[in-house]
């Protein structure tokens, strides 16, 4: 079974082919590589995935989704049974000063993805939003059953905007897709824009961090293997055709679920764990909320976990240590 991953060489994607090419599965892995942040770390784990993939099994291809023409071109000659569409534009920081990127790639991008699932008759898609749809809700924790329709930021706005084109192509097509609302992902090879990498880099360098609000925010912070096991248990049980209420609301083959630690830790709390597992202490600069961010977020994972069981192992006492050995292993440091 051939399964095509987009965003193959990003940090979710590259986990996702390690995990079905560890089991037998065949991956085609697109990714166009975009800047946003080092490639040369994007290639390192390309090569990773390389070095244990069984000949033959694994193939990545640079094509930015995008562009129609190009996907279809990938694509070609391959059989395609199911799509891990993981590939977007990240980053609610940077969708405030960027906001056509995101456009390009989380809305056309998405629907050019919709659209291939359509042609392909794919047995199951399943695709990345986010936590951050759920904006400055204060009901916690968030459940995919609340409202999500007062996005603070661009990112956020595009991701709610893919859920309800995968509802319409759902309703119309009966593509059974699955979307996965992502609780701060955080693990080895993870991202050098997010938290995790940001401060171990700086903490281990003696330059001082920048904590926002103050340091009075809190995470569900979902180590990457949880994240893994959350999106294989998915792929490998698509939402059934028969108008039953699915997670989310939706009456067609479409459901929605969190897939969170399932635990909303405080900031300042895992900045001593990084500090600890760095062997020193951080400078800490306080600074004020940064716009389109949020104060807080924790996952109710109730759907996911009595439709499939899943259940997040990983505690920030454990996941932020192995990071931070990772990290020094990655830097020689």
């Known amino acids: 079974m051939t399964t095509l991953i987009t ?10 082919a390690r995990a079905l090419l560890a089991r037998g599965d065949a991956v085609v892995g697109i990714d166009n590589f975009e800047p946003y942040y080092d490639v040369a770390l994007k290639h390192a ?35 395609i049974a199911r799509i891990v569409h993981l590939g977007a534009q990240p980053g609610v920081r940077y969708s405030i000063e ?22 392909l008759e794919i047995e199951h898609l399943v695709y990345a939003s986010s936590s951050s749809v759920y904006g400055g809700n204060e009901k916690l924790p968030f459940s995919v059953d609340d409202r999500s329709d007062h996005p603070v930021s661009l990112y956020a706005a595009t991701k709610r905007a893919d859920e309800l084109m995968s509802e319409s192509y759902a309703h119309l097509y009966r ?4 979307g996965l609302r992502f609780f701060t992902v955080y693990g080895p090879w993870g991202r050098p824009d997010m938290m995790p990498w940001i ?4 903490i281990l360098a003696g330059e001082p961090i920048q904590v926002f609000n103050h340091g009075k925010m809190r995470r569900d912070f979902t180590f990457i293997d949880d994240i893994v096991a959350g999106v294989t248990a998915c792929l490998d049980s698509s939402p059934q055709d028969n108008g039953e209420k699915k997670p989310g609301g939706s009456h067609a083959p479409h459901a929605l679920y969190n897939i969170g630690n399932n635990r909303a830790e405080e900031l300042m709390k895992v900045v001593g764990i990084i500090e600890q597992a760095c062997g020193r202490k951080a400078e800490i600069e306080l600074l004020p909320m940064q716009p389109g961010d949020v104060t807080q977020t924790y996952a109710d994972i109730d759907a ?3 439709d499939l069981g899943y259940e997040p192992t990983t505690p920030v006492e454990v996941g932020f240590p192995n990071f931070v050995e990772w990290y020094r292993a990655y830097h020689d440091i």
């Open 7 to 16: 965003g193959a060489a990003g940090f979710i994607g590259s986990a996702v």
């Open 45 to 79: 784990r390309v090569r990773d995935i390389e070095v244990s993939a069984r000949q033959g099994t694994f193939q990545l291809v640079q094509c930015d989704f995008a562009d129609p023409e190009a996907l279809a071109q990938t694509i070609s000659g391959h059989k």
């Open 98 to 119: 960027n906001p056509h990127a995101y456009a390009r790639a989380n809305l056309l991008g998405h629907l050019n993805i919709l659209e291939l699932a359509r042609q």
């Open 175 to 178: 593509i059974p897709m699955t």
């Open 199 to 202: 401060f171990t880099s700086k």
């Open 304 to 306: 996911i976990r009595n």
